[in-house]
């Protein structure tokens, strides 16, 4: 049953899978430049606090938005049954429960654990990432990008 699942869906989960390793790329490339820039724990912008989950929350973001563009255009073209504005409400919903989720496994980690060395902190972002990734593909396919209806 599940082997089957797979193969009806390989080509989906494919892009999926590639959108979502490019969206990898975006959201560590983003926050890697703003934890050992602007928000590095050594910084004086922002009052100089350690801001390593504002620089997360602002790596997600912008990879969400690198996602739905690539999702709307490839993976899932031609199953938004939803107006691009309204799709796009929902797609920041659902990525919003997997912001929570990354950023629950960085500040726990972080703050809780104590590992706080750029090591421990994108440890803990891949973690998170492939949490939310699974969040993420569960809200797309049942919520967002829902099938078209029949038209029998």
């Known amino acids: 049953m599940i082997v089957r699942w797979l193969r009806s869906h390989a080509g989906e989960l494919g892009k999926f899978g590639a959108v979502?390793?490019?969206?990898?790329?975006?959201?560590?490339?983003?926050?890697?430049?703003l934890r050992l820039g602007p928000l590095s724990p050594d910084s004086t912008v922002l009052g100089g606090t350690d801001r390593v989950l504002t620089a997360k929350v602002i790596a997600t973001v912008v990879s969400i938005i690198f996602a739905w563009a690539a999702h709307r255009s490839w993976t899932f073209r031609g199953r938004a049954t939803h107006r691009p504005w309204r799709?796009?409400?929902?797609f920041g919903l659902v990525n919003l429960v997997a912001i929570v989720a990354?950023?629950?496994v960085l500040a726990f980690?972080?703050?809780?654990?104590?590992?706080?060395?750029?090591?421990?902190?994108?440890i803990a972002t891949i973690i998170g990432i492939g949490l939310g990734t699974v969040l993420r593909y569960l809200g797309y396919t049942l919520i967002v990008f829902t099938p078209a209806p029949d038209a029998s």
């Open 20 to 33: 979502g390793l490019a969206g990898v790329v975006v959201n560590l490339g983003v926050f890697n430049l």
């Open 87 to 90: 799709e796009l409400a929902v």
């Open 102 to 104: 990354e950023a629950g």
């Open 109 to 122: 980690s972080h703050y809780v654990l104590d590992f706080t060395s750029l090591i421990a902190d994108n």
